[in-house]
């Protein structure tokens, strides 16, 4: 069902009151001065499986005239829809009362008749299931999750279908009685679907050449490796195009659920010359979905629960609302990925849309959010489970193009490295000591100043320097500096200019949107940090590595005297003097060895090989995508010494830019306390669960099922039994191996934060691609002394050794890891990975089971375990505890040394 009813003059505001009381009650949110009970109670319904109530503009009626969206998926007919509606509903005035041509209850049915839109196309992936049969599934899988530990099924069969499993289980029993009428009847279904298989591929194949050649415009080479995004953000805000559907200023993102499931509403207008392009498309689509689709997938597509997509206001604009699994961003990543899947194919009809499509990844995404209408609803009767928990999906089709295949090595050249800050493209392994200094800057005049003495003191990229027997000079120290947003604008530099950075970024990590995707909640939540909260925001991040503690001591001193200097406006904030170490054995406080699975970087320190690109780590070189992601600009008349290079998009030659984000980065910092007894105590009450009494060597073993890896750094997937620290630095090695997760849990901190090739539901070509697309770079160190020597954890311990870890107490002194990371990308690369991955109880179809250390469950998820899987019986741990709370965080802006000079150059 599709309903759009005109709202009545001046009900907007009440009745968007109205609805979000619903979807807090919906949410378990609702305050206690909320109503007793919500005018819809959607989870007393028996048959809807999505709902959610929307308000779009109404470009007929004039400005400021909106409509109201009702959009549902329900088991049934529509009048039985409609009573249930009226059952659950304790007054239906309060929503319907503010639309034009209702006249209460009696006439509802009529009313709503007369405001349905059909759907052009639609697709379900749970087709053919009610809510009771998808709920029966569930407690099923449950009851098999729930006693996992007790049957001989191998752990990760309980990720698969509910029929597969049924049939394991069938097959295991004594041969029926009858037992040739079972075999001819087995035999008979093998050949049925063996031919079914054929025909279908057959149909599927034929039907893909006709699609492609349907849309055969999307499949031009692409025009420029640049991207086309429009940066009207540095202009005035105004509409892209006319028909915007920007509701509210709040953006969409805060309102959606995050984590397990999301729910898109777009509103598009159409190129009047294209509609009937659209309908051709969306037919098609409808056709494949329905016909050719196994359940649970779309075009490939494998968490899309349903989607549907309707033209309205007579042809000009087109209305999508879908639900899927995961985050926004993975969502749209998948359809990057499906380049040809045709789904694109609609879209490109419409006013605005970037000239590349979804080959221009950043200008893609903006469209689309551009065009979301945030929804004041969103009822899911399976909210917290994902479209794959219930085994509906298979994977049948792997794209036969794969457009974003790496860039052949290349070498960055030298002039290019001596504008990188060397923070970027080195973690300065040879300098143990580190300095992290949080700065206030107090008036922009001061902090002009301070930006040009300090300038020519930074650390460049630029190759060290070797000695008569060809070995490199390592420097005794380094110095490198970034900037946040606020710090920006504090320097002088304009608000056109700050909105051309990602709205990420200029939010910052401490803000209420950005909390929810991290998790930052709870003991985690910035009003109790010691930098970054509410109250204590730094403008820049001073990070000073030396190779001993006296040569640290001389360059904070320098620092500090530059600091107090009368022409320098700039302080040290609270708290902000931080310091942090690498500790000889490279290991951080829980005893694990740190910092291996680095990527390299392409054209730098690398061969080729398995390297990343260089635009995933530096603006304005080419990404994964093989494109040069969005950076911030500056108008021309700002430069008037040509500091910078100018845009190099050839969407915008003729607009005079000049380019402030090339060859800088963005850096995520994060102060993490480790929780050393309180993980190492947990170790032990799982020993003695498992094995009925404590050891040091089963203690170890589960924790490196947490982690991934053994204390010596030696990876699971190589060597699963025990530590052998001839593998320890190793990183190269693949997961598709070990596809359910008996040497390396699925779940385990090292395979979730980089899945490699195994990234389930997709192929493996198509994980590792993925997996690429998300990498970061660390430049953490740690701080605190060691609770106790790691190197325990890699030999055979004495008496005393094995008593003091058996009895591991907290000694009262904060200990952790100062956490930095360099990426281009802020949000597709730092938060999705703790988004989609680490907080993502569903992570690779698991259940319940967020990344053992740095996975933030929300409050309304159930308790976190560790699922490990064994022969010939797995193990779920008891409740994981928190073993890491976030104490501080930002984000900031590493600006190239032109940047550095032209912000220091400002006369503003």
Known sequence: MNVLAALKPGAEAQLRGVLRAIGDDIKGKRRDSAPARAHIDFNASRAIHFARFAILNDPDSGPGQQRLLYAAVYDGTLENHLAELTRIASDMDAIWGACEGYSGVAG?????????????????????????????????????????????????????????????????????????????????????RAVRRITVGLNRYWYFRWFNWLTRNRMAPLQSPYSSIV??????????????????????????????????????????????????????????????????????????????WMLIDNGRRLLMVSDYDGSWESYIDEFAEMILSGLEAIWENALGFPPAGARDLPAFKRFLRNHQVPSEIFFARIRKRRCLICGMTRRWWRAKHNHLIMLTASTIPAPILKDIQGLITSGYGH???????????????????????????????????????????KPASAINLALSASGLAACGLPE??????????????????????????????????????????????????????AALAAACEAQRALLSAPQIGARLITHGEQYAYRPQSDCEPFGFRDGIAQPRIRGFNDSGGASVPAGEFILGHKNHYALIAPTPVVGGELDPQNLLPPL????????????????????????????????????????????GRAEPARMIWVAAKCVGRWPSGAPLALTPNADDARLA????????????GFACPMGAHVRRTNPRDMLPPYPAQQSLNMSKAHRILRRGRVYGAPLFDPMWLQRALTDTERDQLLNLTDDGTPRGIHFLCVNASIKSQFEFIQQSWCNNPRFGALNDNPDPLLGNALPDQAPSRMSIPGKPKGIRTAELPHFVTVRGGGYFFVPSLAAMRFMGALAV
Do not use: C
């Open 648 to 691: 190099a998009n050839p969407y915008h030659a003729g607009k005079h830019w000049r380019d402030l984000g090339r060859n800088g980065s963005y850096l995520v910092y994060r102060k993490l306390q480790q929780n050393v007894a309180g993980f190492w105590q947990f170790m032990k009450r799982e020993a003695e669960r498992i094995d």
């Open 108 to 192: 509802f049915a009529d009313f709503i008749a007369q405001r349905t839109q059909p759907a052009e196309a639609f697709y379900i992936a749970f087709r053919h299931h009610t809510v009771t049969s998808i709920h029966k599934a569930i407690t099923h899988r449950r009851g098999l999750q729930d006693a996992h530990e007790y049957t001989a099924l191998p752990a990760m069969d309980m990720h698969l279908t509910l029929g597969e499993i049924l049939r394991r289980i069938v097959r295991a029993l004594p041969l029926p009685i009858d037992g040739a009428r079972a075999i001819f009847r087995l035999g008979f279904g093998t050949v049925f």
């Open 431 to 473: 300098l143990h000591h580190t300095a992290y200094w949080f700065v206030r800057l107090e008036h922009a005049a001061g902090a002009r100043e301070w930006l040009r003495q300090l300038g020519p003191t930074i650390t460049t990229a630029k190759p060290w320097a070797l000695d008569s027997r060809g070995k490199p000079i």
């Open 496 to 549: 056109n200019v700050l909105r051309t950075f990602p709205p990420e970024f200029v939010e910052g990590m401490a803000a209420e949107s950005r909390a929810r995707l991290l998790g930052d909640e709870g003991d985690n939540a910035s009003a109790h940090w010691e930098i970054g909260g509410p109250n204590n925001e730094p403008h820049a991040l001073l990070i000073l590595h030396a190779n001993d503690e």
């Open 729 to 740: 630095n190793r990183d190269d090695f693949l997961y598709a191996g070990d596809a359910h």
């Open 231 to 308: 940066l009207d953000n540095f202009a005035a805000p105004a509409p892209l195009v006319p028909g915007d559907e920007i509701a509210s200023s709040e953006p969409p993102s805060f309102r959606e659920d995050v984590v397990t499931q999301n729910q898109l509403t777009l509103v598009t207008p159409l190129d009047p010359t294209k509609v009937d392009n659209v309908r051709a498309v969306m037919a098609a689509i409808d056709g494949f979905s329905k016909r050719l689709t196994p359940p649970g997938s779309l075009i490939g597509i494998a968490t899309i629960h349903f989607v549907r």
